[in-house]
């Protein structure tokens, strides 16, 4: 538990030199603090908590972890509201009207205990869930940010500190906390690492989010950070842009496929696409450059085409003629995978299908059967789904509103020209 220039234009380009390299230097020097004009917004999701514990209140903070229509879910430290089952927690966009919570999961006794509360009814305007960062491996030094309400100091203060590394199971970091900053989120670039939980020897403590996912997980609870505070692109490790695919569901249509480059929509009941988590998908296609660095890196035998004598492939240009073992070798190589069919299907349509190419359709890492509603494995797992819009498809005759939905399989084992692959990356895993 806590313890409580010659001319104007020479001028002005002067100026915009300065500002510039002050920026730039900010950048090198002060990283953390870029991302201020965003603590507003992740105030937003951090709230006040004041419990009645023997007849003295008691506050603490915690943060919003998912928003629905109808309720808001909660996250702090046990020990700030032990004691009172029906705390009451404040949000920063309505600051002058407590509402009633309810703690619907509660480490009790634990010395990094954590609890969940729930508030139901309509959420106030603006409120947003913050994101957890269940990956970042900490080496020490890294600057933080945490949010509270010390005494002393008005409410949501700002705080700053450093990482001191992993203590045993908990997350240590240098800087001046007390009793109000208990169950607050302790931030790095803006995403949730851990809850703070207690202070001892002039060390703040943290409970990591990868703990605290376990626990909410036990409660079933599913954290859902809002729209405004996932990165909607982001530069993979090897520095292909992404682009952010929400989880949820889709409506999707069975399509008949027939002979002649015809398909046809199959009246049917309602069916769906759902995908329960975040991910990022690479915007573009790998490409001949791409692939061609994988290959230097890794011995692998490149593709039929790129070893034709005199053939000037673009570097920019999709690879083509790559199995599907090969496509699922890369993106492990890219520490990525390939997506499943559910997953580009998400996408395409989340994206209306801008990031799909006319000419090329796709490998998908699933294995094809006729229903993709059936609960028993393919029969042929070399037969794996193929996907693409209907011009990459070379469909000559539609029938019906078809495009994305159309299903195609190919053998793992075979390539060829007109198909190529593109990489994902849990969202999760970038955080």
Not at 23 to 43: G, N
Not at 243 to 262: A, E, F, H
Not at 345 to 359: C, F, M, P, S
Request: contains cysteine; glycine residues 10%.
């Amino acid at each position: 538990m806590l313890n409580r220039a010659s001319s104007k234009s020479h001028a002005v380009h002067t100026c915009l030199g300065l500002s510039l390299c002050v920026l730039l230097l900010l950048a090198v020097l002060f990283p953390h603090a870029l991302w201020a004009q965003d603590i507003a917004q992740v105030k937003k999701g951090v709230v006040k908590i004041t419990a009645q514990v023997d007849g003295k209140s008691r506050v603490g903070t915690g943060f919003v972890v998912r928003v629905d229509k109808d309720a808001a879910y909660i996250v702090t430290a046990a020990h700030v509201t032990e004691g009172d089952p029906k705390p009451t927690v404040t949000f920063f966009s309505l600051a002058q009207q407590p509402f009633a919570a309810q703690v619907i999961g509660i480490e009790g006794g634990a010395p990094h205990g954590l609890a969940v509360l729930r508030v139901a009814g309509p959420i106030p305007e603006g409120v947003v869930a913050l994101a957890l960062d269940l990956t970042t491996k900490v080496a020490g030094g890294e600057a933080v940010t945490f949010i509270g309400f010390p005494r002393a100091l008005p409410p949501w203060t700002i705080s700053k500190g450093s990482l001191s590394g992993l203590k045993g199971p908990t997350l240590a970091f240098q800087a001046l906390v007390e009793e109000g900053h208990s169950g607050g989120p302790l931030l790095l670039n803006g995403q949730v690492i851990g809850v703070v939980s207690e202070t001892r020897d002039r060390l703040g403590y943290a409970v990591p989010a990868s703990i605290l996912a376990v626990a909410l997980m036990g409660w079933h609870i599913e954290p859902r950070a809002s729209e405004s505070m996932v990165p909607q692109e982001m530069i993979g490790a090897d520095g292909v842009p992404m682009v952010l695919i929400r989880s949820g569901r889709i409506p999707t249509k069975i399509v008949g496929v027939y002979g002649g480059g015809t398909v046809e929509e199959i009246q049917s009941p309602a069916r769906f696409v759902y995908l329960p988590e975040d991910l990022y998908i690479e915007a573009t296609l790998v490409t001949n450059a791409r692939y061609r660095q994988f290959v230097e890196a890794t011995g692998l035998i490149s593709p039929d085409v790129l070893e034709e004598p005199g053939a000037s492939l673009k570097p920019e240009e999709p690879v083509e003629d790559v199995s599907w073992h090969d496509a699922v070798a890369y993106c492990r190589w890219a520490r990525k995978r390939l997506p499943t069919e559910d997953e580009w299907e998400k996408a395409a349509h989340d994206t209306q299908g801008r990031i799909l190419n006319d000419r090329v359709y796709e490998w998908t890492a699933s294995t094809y059967q006729e229903s993709r509603s059936s609960p028993t494995e393919p029969s042929d797992q070399t037969q794996k789904v193929v996907r693409g819009n209907l011009r990459a498809l070379n469909i000559q005759k539609v029938i019906g509103d078809v495009d994305y939905q159309v299903r195609m399989h190919s053998r793992a084992d075979e390539g060829a020209s007109s198909r190529g692959f593109r990489c994902v990356h849990d969202a999760t895993k970038g955080r």
